[in-house]
């Protein structure tokens, strides 16, 4: 095989890691604003149950979660998988997970607020959804934002793992690359590309916590 | 088998929230011939098999089996679906639905209750791999050797207690399980294992492409390779074997046969004619 | 009609009483300063009247309207919706630690809840704002953010914010606490001139001299009860033991 010819298969496999990447952000990060108020929510039932669900999410492992969302429905509902449910079954177990990971670090930011901003907000006749909107969000996001940067720089990283359902994302197909050529070329490419990949990653993360900077 | 038990357990766990959001394919059974899909046949593979099935020059998906498949399809008219499987999770995936088979150097003998076969038609063996400089030379040089196997593999199964040859595997000093070939090689030059054992045609590809390594004489077993279909899927899997015997016929196997010959199964490897000669035989009777 | 009055309120941290059937009355343009010890439940109090804190026994008026009071069955009712939108623009509330909005700019944090919650136009609230600011001595510094400011000009925003929403009554909550002593001076001068505005004024503070000259009416609370009440003149002129121990205290 070229070295051409590699680096358009890696290239390739390095674009469906962007897809998983940033279709778990987009769905993770909402998803884990909604788990971290069940998380703090006052009825003990959602407590409970939220807690569960987080605590099975980081106490299990990404790869057994992405096989028992994509065979699940098989070997419980007994339905059949179309060929597009290997896609939609990682996007679903990835944001899942990392949703659980999110509402964590959304609500150590939402209890670090001080109550005297909730309490000069309701004085000033804020309403509730206003009050957390456009006062307390915008400075939760400040505070977390480091600890956002870790999980999505971790998220590139763990894009690999979706080999275990055989999606041809970069690292799956590095290691069929490297198979075939009986080298370990391909993993120091892949290696590269994952590394360009998280600095771009960790750029944009850093502009953004630059950009928040302008109070303290 | 224990990652299948866990990902029973999670997927209890998970299921309510995944069944919600799911889009399913058409839901009827099995179509016409066998098939999970109309027109489709599906082949599940390990790309990382060459030359049995893998990625070309080109980025295609290719190999030994997957051109057998395809010529297949060409006298079906079905359109051929290359499916690369993580190894591991092939039962799951064949169980399923997601493949129709598996075609990809896959051994019978062994796993006759667990799969339908279609007719054998390579003469495999495993065999043994060592560094030429590892001074071992037989398989009673093995004593007290750290030997590799691919998981979930028939060189294991072989190895391992209950398998023929477990009185040798229990001499070993160790037997270690790796994922791919690309790291047990690895892992040989640098001396963490001595010797691996593995299907003789991945074993000349994989010698062929590197410096120092041999193949010892002696051979673990001699075995079959056919395709795996599941359990009670028979219409599927008469269909296969008269279009295998088709393609003998009409030359195309050889054919095929012919520009692998150079990558690891040379001709004497091929064992369909015999097999569908003996099964004329049996049917004779 | 008062302006705001609180009949025999009640108020209990966990079985501890800190108000003890307090009932008082703030008329409009009168200035009320509240003193006394730490603890003795003056925060608390008004903590209370803005409805920061519910009331365990008692009743809130608001311009001659019944807003929160607390059933003989132990409810507690407490308006909602559109009322308590009403009841909130009848006060302002200015805090010990200014609790400004530190993502959003001085101007900002004065415009934002009089365009967002009062729904009136972006350019009169930023002229109104500035014309605040202006009056506060801080006309430079709209475009700074609170981090940039010192406390003493942080809580003169912090004024400024309150007085925007046009407020019947503002409340401080020891306004001064939190201040250097060099910067107090300048609050409080801010403070003394909006009673010439004749805007009702509610004052929790550790200032007597301060309070003796702004206030029209004191009331010197002691262990969640009113001690001592009356004019400025009166209650600093005032024999009683407590009150003596308290500014020997503070003379020290």
Request: aromatic share 10%; charged share 20%; hydrophobic share 45%.
């Amino acid at each position: 095989m070229s070295f051409q010819v590699m680096m358009q298969q890696l290239g390739g496999g390095l674009l469906r890691s962007i897809e998983i990447f940033a279709l778990t952000l987009l769905f993770s990060l909402p998803l884990g604003l909604l788990v971290s108020f069940g998380r703090m929510s006052k009825n003990r039932v959602i407590r409970s149950i939220v807690w569960i669900y987080i605590s099975v999410m980081r106490g299990t492992p990404l790869m057994l979660q992405l096989l028992a969302v994509y065979f699940g429905p098989f070997y419980i509902g007994g339905l059949k998988l179309g060929a597009t449910w290997r896609f939609t079954a990682i996007i679903i177990a990835f944001s899942v997970n990392y949703a659980a990971y999110f509402a964590e670090i959304y609500r150590s930011g939402i209890e670090s607020m001080p109550p005297g901003q909730y309490e000069a907000a309701r004085v000033l006749g804020y309403s509730k959804g206003s009050t957390f909107f456009r006062i307390i969000f915008p400075q939760v996001v400040k505070r977390i934002l480091p600890s956002v940067t870790n999980e999505v720089i971790t998220l590139v990283k763990d894009t690999s793992l979706a080999f275990s359902l055989a999606y041809a994302e970069m690292f799956t197909i590095a290691k069929q690359i490297a198979a075939k050529e009986t080298s370990f070329m391909p993993f120091l490419a892949a290696a590269l590309f994952y590394y360009v990949f998280n600095a771009i990653v960790a750029f944009g993360m850093e502009r953004i916590e630059k950009a928040m900077n302008y109070y303290t | 088998m224990m990652k299948k038990v866990l990902a029973g357990v999670l997927c209890t766990a998970m299921a309510v929230s995944a069944l919600g959001m799911v889009s399913f394919a058409d839901e009827t059974e099995a179509g016409s011939a066998g098939l999970a899909t109309d027109g489709k046949f599906v082949v599940g593979f390990d790309a990382e098999y060459p030359p049995y099935g893998y990625m070309d020059d080109n980025g295609d998906y290719t190999g030994f089996d997957l051109e057998l498949a395809g010529a297949v399809c060409d006298l079906e008219g079905w359109e051929l679906v290359a499916r690369p499987i993580d190894w591991d999770s092939k039962d799951m995936e064949l169980e399923s639905g997601n493949i129709d088979c598996i075609w990809n150097g896959f051994t019978m003998n062994g796993r006759e209750d667990s799969y339908t076969f279609s007719v054998p038609y390579v003469d495999n063996s495993q065999v043994i791999v060592v560094a030429d400089d590892s001074g071992i030379e037989s398989l009673s040089d093995l004593e007290g050797k750290v030997v590799g196997v691919q998981a979930d593999s028939a060189a294991l199964a072989l190895l391992e207690e209950d398998g023929d040859q477990a009185d040798l595997g229990a001499t070993f000093g160790e037997l270690q399980q790796f994922g791919d070939y690309n790291t047990a090689f690895a892992e040989l030059q640098a001396g963490s294992l001595d010797a691996v054992a593995i299907d003789v045609g991945v074993a000349n590809y994989q010698t062929a492409g590197r410096e120092g390594y041999s193949i010892l004489d002696e051979s673990l077993n001699s075995e079959q390779y056919a395709v795996g279909f599941k359990k009670g899927n028979d219409v599927l899997c008469e269909t296969i074997n008269s279009d295998l015997a088709v393609l003998l016929e009409n030359g195309t196997f050889d054919e095929i046969a012919a520009k692998y010959e150079e990558m690891g199964i040379p001709s004497d490897m091929l064992c369909l004619a015999e097999s569908l000669g003996v099964k004329a035989e049996t049917e004779a009777e | 009609m008062a302006l705001l009055e609180m009949n025999h309120i009640r108020k209990s941290f966990g079985g501890l009483e800190v108000i003890r059937d307090i009932s008082l009355k703030v008329d409009k343009g009168e200035v009320l300063s509240i003193i006394g010890p730490s603890g003795s439940g003056k925060s608390t109090m008004l903590r209370c009247a803005t409805m920061l804190e519910t009331i365990d026994a008692g009743e809130i008026w608001y311009m001659g309207e019944k807003v929160a009071w607390v059933e003989p069955d132990g409810r507690k009712v407490y308006p909602k919706g559109e009322q308590l939108k009403k009841v909130h623009s009848c006060f302002g509330l200015v805090f010990q630690n200014f609790n400004l909005f530190p993502h959003y700019s001085v101007l900002k944090n004065i415009v934002d809840p009089v365009v967002h919650n009062q729904k009136r136009s972006k350019a009169e609230a930023t002229q109104e704002a500035m014309e605040l600011l202006a009056r506060m001595g801080l006309a430079d510094k709209a475009d700074a953010y609170p981090c940039q400011l010192s406390g003493g000009q942080c809580q003169r925003v912090a004024i400024a914010r309150a007085l925007a929403l046009n407020p019947q009554v503002l409340f401080f909550d020891e306004p001064t606490s939190a201040l250097d002593p060099e910067l107090t001076g300048e609050v409080l001068k801010v403070i003394r001139s909006l009673a010439d505005l004749h805007i009702a004024m509610v004052i929790v503070t550790h200032e007597m001299n301060f309070a003796r000259e702004i206030s029209d009416h004191v009331i010197f609370m002691d262990k969640g009860v009113i001690a001592v009440e009356g004019s400025a003149e009166e209650v600093f002129k005032a024999e009683n033991e407590r009150m003596r121990a308290f500014f020997g205290k503070l003379n020290h």
